[in-house]
């Protein structure tokens, strides 16, 4: 019994040691389980990525990217002017091709045949790719990725896309259709200078493209494809954001009209630039803009489009040349040697000095074209600043409606120094307010601008935003007082104060006069220029929408009315005659300005005008700066063409005929430029169609010879 006693105590005994095993060994079990999820947890949530690409690093693996839809650009009417049409690029596979190549495969006929040699059969029938292309791309035997041919229209791979549904087409392995995108404008040349263009990798060059790139570009996709241990290819895709589209405030139809006007005015009389900007004077929108000299936006790296600039002699080129007399003739003693012979060389045609040109001196050509005069370049307005003179002074209360002035011709703006002639030598006699706008009469406007001060006077210029930037949405825009093209108040002296009162001596932008012109006919409401009217997505939605702004109040509705009925009569009856249409009620302003060097007989002669007269609902600026005329300033360059426009455009926009009154009979009288007496111009320069740097225009004493401005 004692024996029995005692191996039941030692029994005990080892199942307690037994327990105490199994509990340190279940304890180290849940320790190493807790470490190893702690470790899972730690990898899935921290290294996971990394440990993915290791994973994928080791497989074989390629990624591509899926193409956004660049928006496209729409008239307000909804009609595409820019879109991006799709093309695609024929890749292959020759790691598949290969791996496949020698399986069996049926023809249509049926045929028995491999797979490779289907393969190449279609790359040859469908893409017409030669045995020497398909075997160069095959050699890469580990590649998933070679491009055989790019951007290829619908409709070459349509057809193989039909043999693709077909038995024997749906055996062809190793062959796809990526998608891009390539930028068309389906009007060539039309508003080129306001679209821009697109360069490589959807870069906006120039234009609405370049100031709206962001917008209009999206987000690419990508695809991401790898092979399986049993060569299984696995994809997996993100789709692109495709990008908004701009519908603008252009009018295709003013558009068509105003450059067909200009190039009628291009082959009939010619000039060195032609620009017209058309306007809603009641919202700041640019209806069109154009410039004589245009690319098409599809091709606009071709040299096609400098010629002009160096043909008939532009570009500085000569093509006289003196021979010298040659030694031998003899000549008999104390006689005078022969003459020089001169020999007119024939001129190169402008491909011909083109193919002379730098690479740098080319693409200076090409920005030339590519510029848009409009916003970028800047030129004395001549009188077509008149009436913004008249109407500070009228704001003000510092003249009045029917106030007289006298006129002989010329008029003393500093004591001790030569008069300034007026454009009529004879003088006009007593003229009014108005007078001095329908006649233009330069001694009237510098006593209307002496009454004022140069502290008025320059207080309406910045409230018209003359001299700075009007921000309308183009890049390029010049600020004419930062280039030292424009007095500040402190330079506007006696003379500069004269001269500037009937637009000379300071240089503005055609955007800046036009909007500011457009305050003077609404009843004084200063709206920001603006091409963009909304921003929509793909599906139609609306992302922004610009809603006319007034910036500023300019002037009253009072004084907006006199001017309005001021440059009613001048285009009656005053120096706007040959813009003047019957039935319809036109106002506007002409303007010449004399270009730097005074006295070089070449000017810039402009015409800004609106219609109707009662509720305007278009402002139409012209500008034809040296036109091909032997006496430019007498021309009437920008109202003829003005007129032509307007006789189109009018009926267009439903304006209806209203004007019964009939042409008086009276002459139209035309007006000079009259050079800066005593004075100098701000200093700095522009490119073609402006002023250049500060020439002083004439000395202390010196005799003005014609008047500014028309």
Same mark, same amino acid.
């Given at each position: 019994m004692a024996g029995q006693g005692k191996k039941r105590k030692g029994k005990k005994k080892f199942l307690h040691r037994m327990k105490i095993k199994l509990t340190v060994m279940c304890a180290v079990v849940l320790v190493g389980f807790i470490v190893v999820l702690s470790r899972l947890v730690y990898i899935e949530q921290v290294k996971g990525a990394d440990y993915e690409k290791r994973v994928l690093s080791q497989q074989r693996y390629d990624s591509l990217t899926i193409p956004y839809r660049r928006g496209d650009i729409l008239d307000r009417n909804g009609l595409e002017l820019a879109t991006s049409t799709k093309v695609y690029n024929l890749i292959i596979e020759p790691k598949i091709i290969i791996s496949e190549g020698d399986k069996k495969a049926k023809t249509e006929a049926g045929d028995e045949t491999t797979k490779k040699a289907l393969i190449i059969a279609a790359l040859k029938n469908y893409f017409g790719l030669t045995d020497e292309e398909i075997n160069a791309a095959l050699a890469d035997e580990k590649s998933l990725y070679k491009v055989m041919a790019k951007k290829l229209p619908y409709e070459t791979v349509q057809p193989f896309n039909e043999y693709l549904k077909t038995k024997e087409g749906a055996q062809i392995v190793?062959?796809?259709?990526?998608?891009?995108?390539? =930028?068309? &404008?389906? @009007?060539? #040349?039309?508003?080129?200078?306001?679209?821009?263009? $697109?360069?490589?990798?959807?870069? +906006?060059? *120039?234009?609405?493209?370049?100031?709206?790139?962001?917008?209009?570009?999206?987000?690419?996709? =990508?695809? &991401?494809? @790898?092979? #399986?241990?049993?060569?299984?290819?696995?994809?997996? $895709?993100?789709?692109?954001?495709? +990008?908004? *589209?701009?519908?603008?405030?252009?009018?295709?139809?003013?558009?068509?009209?105003?450059?067909?006007?200009?190039?009628?005015?291009? #082959?009939?009389?010619?000039?060195?630039?032609?620009?017209?900007?058309?306007?809603?004077?009641?919202?700041?929108?640019?209806?069109?803009?154009?410039?004589?000299?245009?690319?098409?936006?599809?091709?606009?790296?071709?040299?096609?489009?400098?010629?002009?600039?160096?043909?008939?002699?532009?570009?500085?080129?000569?093509?006289?040349?003196?021979?010298?007399?040659?030694?031998?003739?003899?000549?008999?003693?104390?006689?005078?040697?022969?003459?020089?012979?001169?020999?007119?060389?024939?001129?190169?045609?402008?491909?011909?000095?083109?193919?002379?040109?730098?690479?740098?001196?080319?693409?200076?050509?090409?920005?030339?074209?590519?510029?848009?005069?409009?916003?970028?370049?800047?030129?004395?307005?001549?009188?077509?600043?008149?009436?913004?003179?008249?109407?500070?002074?009228?704001?003000?209360?510092?003249?009045?409606?029917?106030?007289?002035?006298?006129?002989?011709?010329?008029?003393?703006?500093?004591?001790?120094?030569?008069?300034?002639?007026?454009?009529?030598?004879?003088?006009?006699?007593?003229?009014?307010?108005?007078?001095?706008?329908?006649?233009?009469?330069?001694?009237?406007?510098?006593?209307?601008?002496?009454?004022?001060?140069?502290?008025?006077?320059?207080?309406?210029?910045?409230?018209?935003?003359?001299?700075?930037?009007?921000?309308?949405?183009?890049?390029?825009?010049?600020?004419?007082?930062?280039?030292?093209?424009?007095?500040?108040?402190?330079?506007?002296?006696?003379?500069?104060?004269?001269?500037?009162?009937?637009?000379?001596?300071?240089?503005?932008?055609?955007?800046?006069?036009?909007?500011?012109?457009?305050?003077?006919?609404?009843g004084g409401n200063y709206y920001a220029p603006h091409v963009m009217k909304q921003l929509v997505n793909e599906d139609g939605d609306v992302i922004t929408n610009h809603e006319p702004t007034i910036v500023r109040r300019t002037i009253s509705e009072q004084t907006s009315s006199l001017l309005k009925d001021y440059m009613y009569h001048t285009v009656e009856s005053g120096t706007g005659k040959r813009v003047r249409i019957d039935g319809y009620t036109i106002g506007g302003k002409t303007g010449t300005a004399e270009k730097l060097p005074r006295g070089n007989e070449k000017y810039v002669i402009s015409f800004i005008g609106f219609a109707p007269v009662e509720k305007p609902k278009i402002v139409l600026y012209v500008v034809v700066d040296e036109p091909k005329e032997a006496d430019q300033s007498h021309s009437g360059a920008s109202s003829l063409l003005a007129h032509d426009i307007f006789a189109e455009v009018l009926p267009y926009m439903n304006v209806f005929q209203s004007n019964t009154s009939v042409?008086?009979?009276?002459?139209?009288?035309?007006?000079?430029?009259?050079?800066?007496?005593?004075?100098?111009?701000?200093?700095?320069?522009?490119?073609?169609?402006?002023?250049?740097?500060?020439?002083?225009?004439?000395?202390?004493?010196?005799?003005?010879?014609?008047?500014?401005?028309?």
């Open positions: 190793g062959i796809w259709l990526e998608d891009e995108y390539q =930028r068309y &404008y389906p @009007y060539s #040349t039309l508003a080129c200078q306001t679209l821009g263009f $697109t360069a490589s990798g959807n870069a +906006g060059i *120039s234009g609405l493209e370049q100031f709206y790139n962001e917008d209009l570009n999206g987000v690419e996709g =990508r695809q &991401y494809g @790898y092979l #399986t241990s049993d060569q299984t290819l696995q994809r997996t $895709t993100k789709e692109p954001i495709n +990008g908004y *589209s701009v519908v603008t405030t252009l009018d295709t139809n003013i558009q068509l009209i105003i450059e067909k006007k200009i190039a009628e005015f291009m #082959t009939t009389t010619g000039a060195k630039n032609v620009s017209v900007l058309a306007m809603d004077p009641n919202n700041g929108e640019i209806l069109a803009m154009a410039n004589s000299y245009t690319f098409d936006c599809n091709q606009p790296y071709n040299e096609e489009h400098i010629y002009y600039q160096f043909e008939n002699g532009a570009g500085g080129y000569s093509y006289e040349r003196i021979l010298a007399a040659p030694s031998d003739v003899p000549t008999e003693e104390g006689a005078a040697p022969p003459e020089p012979v001169t020999t007119v060389l024939s001129a190169p045609t402008g491909a011909e000095l083109v193919a002379q040109l730098t690479e740098e001196e080319r693409l200076d050509a090409l920005n030339k074209v590519w510029r848009n005069y409009i916003v970028s370049d800047s030129f004395e307005p001549g009188s077509t600043f008149k009436p913004f003179t008249v109407a500070a002074g009228l704001e003000e209360d510092i003249i009045h409606d029917g106030e007289r002035y006298q006129c002989n011709g010329h008029y003393t703006v500093v004591e001790g120094l030569k008069p300034v002639n007026c454009h009529l030598l004879s003088g006009h006699g007593e003229v009014t307010v108005e007078g001095a706008i329908m006649q233009s009469c330069n001694c009237a406007l510098m006593q209307i601008v002496q009454k004022e001060g140069a502290s008025v006077f320059y207080k309406y210029e910045t409230m018209f935003g003359f001299g700075g930037k009007t921000y309308v949405d183009l890049p390029g825009e010049v600020n004419t007082t930062a280039a030292g093209l424009f007095f500040t108040e402190d330079k506007l002296n006696p003379m500069e104060l004269a001269t500037s009162s009937f637009g000379q001596g300071q240089n503005i932008t055609m955007i800046q006069l036009s909007s500011a012109f457009c305050s003077l006919i609404n042409d008086d009979g009276s002459p139209v009288v035309d007006e000079n430029a009259t050079p800066v007496q005593s004075s100098e111009d701000p200093e700095g320069g522009t490119e073609s169609g402006t002023q250049e740097p500060g020439t002083e225009a004439g000395a202390a004493g010196d005799t003005t010879e014609a008047g500014s401005g028309e």
